[in-house]
């Protein structure tokens, strides 16, 4: 099941249980999808792939975190707590991340495959990085770690 069937399955799921909160997150997931999707018609893409999804999601959930940081500064608990309830949803739909010592393992094999010796060459260890682990990886958090690795 792709993550286009598992959101809409989620959603009537959610909508037959009354859950108000989880609807109104599950809708504002289909329609950021959406909007991808017309985004991407000029380019011949009539429905985006997975992977552009979960970089939607991971991009979602970033913002949903700035913004509960912001709203915790200015006394906002209640809207807090409902962004953090989006931020739930929404990691509901992503992939399980590398945990800390596979995401180093993971950095120092791309190194040694790439034959990686300076700052110069990140780019190829964060493509190789991506090519191999794709989805299953951060890549706002590997890239710290290659660059120490590289400095």
Avoid: C, W
């Avoid at 286009?4 to 609807?23: D, G, I, N, P, S």
């Avoid at 739930?88 to 495959?113: C, K, S, W």
Wanted: proline share 3%; aromatic share 2%.
């Amino acid at each position: 099941m792709n993550l286009r069937e598992q959101f809409t399955a989620e959603l009537k799921t959610a909508m037959l249980a009354h859950e108000a909160a989880r609807v109104s997150a599950l809708r504002m997931v289909t329609s950021k999808l959406k909007d991808m999707d017309i985004a991407a018609r000029p380019k011949g893409v009539e429905k985006v792939p997975d992977e552009e999804i979960v970089s939607m999601l991971r991009g979602m959930v970033k913002s949903r975190r700035e913004s509960v940081e912001l709203y915790q500064k200015g006394n906002r608990p209640e809207l807090a707590a409902k962004e953090e309830a989006e931020i739930a949803v929404i990691e509901g739909f992503l992939p399980r991340q590398m945990d800390q010592a596979a995401t180093e393992a993971a950095v120092a094999e791309a190194v040694a495959e790439t034959g990686a010796a300076s700052i110069k060459d990140m780019g190829r260890v964060m493509a190789a990085l991506k090519a191999r682990h794709g989805v299953s990886l951060d890549m706002a958090r590997v890239g710290p770690l290659v660059r120490a690795k590289l400095g």
